[in-house]
């Protein structure tokens, strides 16, 4: 069973511009409206590959109950907590040039009797056959060991525990031993605290120490350059595919869900990894933070050529 958590969700709201005028008048020629948030989005693609996910969180207000009937079409279980305020909003503008402007909201802040019936029904669904996902940011003023003590109330129910997340959210979740997680470049540089763009071979060390600490499973999404997954007994890399692009927004979050689908499912390590680089790929050609239909994925997966870690 995977279990994807969302504590900050969103709607996405993109919109396509020409040229962005700041301090001026923009007409927008296009707009679409996704339920986001990293944890949903995980979701909605492991229903596109055809696997199953419990999707929990926090949502709020109107803009809630939006992403729930989302949800609910889609035929993705979910078992959110509901809080007082609204669940925010996040616009995602797009350039002709392809550049990408983001707005993100704050987001609604749970009180603590409401993190408490979260926590509270995330250790009901942990059990030794389930994979939390754990996602994305959380509320202003929110406690950033979070992540790290839901894996420890979740570990100790024999789950496990994927982690996606950036910063100090990232840096204390690492503490707990996540069983897998899925940083991009960046995010690894500035856990190692570089001043400056890592090689491969620096990222890749990065990795290694992880997982001397611990860590069973680090796959390291690298934007045009692939991904790498390395683990204990096993290395490969693969380079991103050349695909028709539309935004890269999302291509991380589809990452997870093919590396989270793969896990459920039993697939090898070299599936999980050509997996990943085909949904990530197939994501980057959708509108918003929609998911690549399954038949794309599958086609693309066939392009996917591994290649040793140096």
């Known amino acids: 069973m995977i279990v994807t958590v969302t504590m900050n969700p969103a709607i ?33 693609t ?17 803009a809630g109950r939006t992403i729930k009937n989302v949800l609910d079409e889609k035929g993705i279980e979910n078992d959110f907590v509901w809080i007082g305020g609204e669940t925010r909003t996040n616009t995602k503008v797009f350039e002709e040039n392809g550049m990408v402007t983001e707005l993100n909201e704050p987001g609604a802040v749970p009180s603590g009797k409401e993190l408490k019936e979260l926590m509270d029904k995330l250790e009901g669904y942990a059990g030794k056959d389930t994979l939390f996902v754990l996602a994305g940011s959380v509320p202003n003023g929110m406690d950033k ?34 069983d897998i997680i899925k940083p991009n470049r960046l995010e690894l540089e500035e856990y190692a605290k570089f001043d400056y763009k890592a090689s491969e071979q620096e990222i890749a060390n990065i990795a290694r120490k992880l997982i001397e600490e611990g860590i069973s499973t680090v796959a390291v999404s690298m934007g045009k350059c692939g991904a790498m997954l390395l683990k204990k007994d096993y290395e490969a890399k693969a380079q991103a595919l050349s695909v028709k692009a539309h935004s890269t927004v999302g291509a991380g979050d589809a990452m997870v869900a093919a590396i989270s689908y793969a896990y459920e499912s039993g697939l090898d390590n070299d599936e999980t990894l050509k997996l990943g680089i085909a949904t990530s790929a197939g994501a980057v050609t959708t509108i918003g933070t929609k998911p690549p239909a399954k038949d794309l994925v599958m086609k693309l997966k066939e392009d996917v050529v591994l290649e040793p870690v140096d």
Do not use: M, W
């Open 12 to 44: 996405d709201k993109t919109v396509e511009i020409g040229c962005l005028q700041q301090g001026g008048l923009n007409r927008i020629s296009k707009v679409e409206y996704d339920a986001g948030g990293k944890g949903i989005n995980v979701s909605k």
């Open 46 to 62: 492991i229903c596109e590959l055809g696997g199953k996910s419990i999707a929990t969180g926090f949502l709020a207000g109107n």
């Open 145 to 178: 060991n979070i992540y790290a003590s839901i894996t420890k109330i979740v570990h100790s129910k024999g789950a496990k525990v994927l982690l996606d997340a950036d910063g100090e959210l990232f840096r204390n979740g690492l503490k707990e031993l996540p």
